[in-house]
């Protein structure tokens, strides 16, 4: 009896821990998305000041992600959240995938997944070159992320995954400041 419950227990264990690592996705809205459906485009260093320009935006926040990093997969959907729950007050997201070519099909489905229904980007070019367009103190590590005020200045950045509550304490004081340019003189 008991190498029974011993072995009930271990498998129990198991199913847990595979479960564990299983994507949650996020909602897509309306619908959910396919793969088609999915705007992915190709950016590099020398571009990713006007992808990540703030526009009508009040926040922008920049996360640099893969589909090879667990952490990365991990945020992700409190990410899309973040973004769901504060578009309207001024946050915008901005996803740049840092996955090789080869992974690129299984980071669309990702996004896909996760309900991602606005334009997203991959990184193309060299690392050092990506590396310093965002800020030159990012050591490149995954997940990374960049949040950005209205007049487009780097308010905060950091290495590493980040649960809900820390994205959400980052961009709220963000979004309730006070817009001090025109929409003229940010295009």
Known sequence: ??????LITALAFVLGACAAREEK???AK???????QVLFTPVAAESLSTVIRPGDSKVTLVNVWATWCEPCRE??????????????DGLRVVFVSADFTEALPEARTFLARQGVDWPTWYKTGGD???IDALDSKWTGALPGTFVYDAQGKLRDSWEGKADYAKLEA???PLLSLPDTTSKESRS
């Open 1 to 6: 009896m008991r190498p029974r419950i011993l």
């Open 25 to 27: 996705p996020v909602a």
């Open 30 to 36: 309306p619908d959910s998305l396919t793969v088609d």
């Open 75 to 88: 945020e992700f959907p409190g990410l899309v959240k973040l973004a769901r729950t504060y578009e309207h």
């Open 128 to 130: 050092q070159a990506f």
């Open 170 to 172: 980052t961009v709220r």
